[in-house]
């Protein structure tokens, strides 16, 4: 059975509904609204932004990052007020469907064509003088959510898929072909669901662009769709390679050398299946791998980093994700992984050594962290150069020091291989301390990486234990949209903000983007990312 693409009821429904509206009020360029021949002057403030996001799914513990939409919509709420708007002018809404969301942005943009909204003052506030800002509902499997909800997505319009009915008239050989026929009904209804939803809401921001209001997107495109301007959050591969540029600064790795390589494990969790046993998308995991091996690629090939899994070497490509993926989704999967890449091999007395392990978010990074200390595992991030000491962290933390950085040198050939061209380490004390040498050395604590800045990692943060997290600069990204709606209000181009660049957005090109770099935090400058501008606590330091 196949479902129409267009809703042209709901379609007609609309047009018809703002037509007369339309017909009856035109918008001057002094912001002048004319209604029936009456002239209303309308408010000299930046006029009205209606926000419409996602609602944020239910928290069960503090395992969420601070990327969420109920964390961003406050920030955004006070730069609107200091680019000028007046919190009455101001309207949010969150859904938790795209067919709710749909439904609520249509109405909105009816009954403010029907009904001339007013502000704060009670005047009305012409078409032009409005911003729409939309972050679309698009779904996201349980690996990708564990990001925070500004992974930018592409809604696209062929969501909807035909349903797969025999056409033939035959019938199954078993019973069970009902209760085939059953769910391939339901996934088609749901799949028309979505096409409607799809439909309404575009049809209903053209509708919203061709009264004068402005269209700004969140995040999430609209495959086909032209906003007025796209805020562009994370994606896959910027969040892989952030994490590998920190790791290649860290570990010092352009002065690494071939006698003496770094030893990297890339950690690449994607949920294989959905809830329904249907394959999920994996292009979220290819795009992360791709930006990681970017940055990482040339490392491996010049061998200056090695696997200790062997997972990767010098002749991977950026088409090798699978060789790191795992399925996230099955319980203690993280730890099994981990375990078995960093298994002990044949005759080997100490633990294998690792330098660095590239977990992509938070919610890994606490498994693997768990992990590592209970293979034995000791030591911080602080061990590692440059080196700071843990109490000079909680100092500058808390705003007693600065924090004390002394570089360490690394030596270019490994102590194995200085040992074996030097004839005196031939005794039995040289062996001993050779090998309580290479105990402590494999036994030390690699640098964790992740992403999401979970409230609950933050204390392994400081203590060293994961070396750094990354997250949207909401702050900032907030002042831009205030910005930007402030401009377009104003009928003033974009161009002129820094934080603006044209670039495509579902399939239409040149469209105005807004873009930020991502915060990179660590315990070095914890306090002035994440505590200063009250992201989060001391208490939530755990100090």
Known sequence: MVFARRSTTLLAAIIASCAMVLSLTACTSDNKTVVDGQTTVTSNSAGGVAVFTPS?????????????????????????????????????????????????????????????????????????????????????DASTRQYGDYISQNLSTNDATDG???????????????????????????????????????????????????????????????????????????????????????????????????????????????????????????????????????????????????????????????????DAAKEGSTAKVLDKRLA????????????????????IASEVVKELDDLGYTGSAADINPQITISGIVGNITGKKDLSRDAVPDPIKSPENDNANDSSSSDDDADEDTSASDKDRDSQWPLVTGYGAYVSNIPSIVNGKQWMTGMEDRQTIATDIAQACAKLNKDEALNSMPSIRNSEVGGVKKIPTISEPLLAVSASNLKSALIDPGYISLADAGL
């Open 56 to 140: 944020d799914g239910i928290t069960l513990n503090q395992q969420t990052p601070l990327n969420k939409w109920a964390k961003l919509v406050p920030d955004l709420a006070k730069a609107l007020a200091d680019a000028g708007f007046k919190k009455g002018d101001i309207d949010h809404t969150t859904s938790d469907s795209l067919a709710k969301q749909s439904r609520a942005i249509q109405d909105f943009v009816v009954d403010h064509l029907s009904n001339n909204t007013t502000d704060d003052s009670g005047i009305a506030i012409a078409p032009d003088n409005m911003t729409l800002l939309v972050a679309p509902v698009v779904e996201a």
């Open 164 to 326: 797969e009915a025999t056409s033939d008239g035959e019938s199954s050989e078993d019973d069970s072909s009902k209760d085939d026929s059953s769910n391939t009904e339901s996934d088609s209804t749901a799949s028309d669901e979505q096409a409607q939803a799809v439909d309404r809401l575009v049809s209903s921001l053209k509708l919203a662009k061709e009264s004068g209001m402005h269209v700004v997107l969140l995040g999430n495109s609209i495959e086909g769709y032209k906003p007025d301007a796209f805020v562009k959050f994370s994606d896959a591969q910027t969040i892989g390679k952030l994490q590998a540029e920190k790791m290649v600064s860290k570990l010092k790795l352009d002065k690494a050398s071939k006698d003496n390589p770094k030893y990297i494990e890339v950690l690449l969790p994607y949920t294989a299946v959905d809830e329904k046993g249907n394959a999920n998308d994996s292009t979220f995991a290819q795009e992360a791998f791709r930006g990681i091996w970017q940055v990482l690629g040339s490392y491996y090939q010049k061998g200056v980093v090695e696997s200790p899994s062997g997972t990767l070497d010098g002749k991977s490509t950026e088409n090798d994700w699978q060789a790191v993926a795992y």
């Open 344 to 363: 002990k091999t044949d005759g080997q007395s100490t633990l294998t050594r690792i330098d660095g392990i590239i977990t992509m978010n938070d919610y």
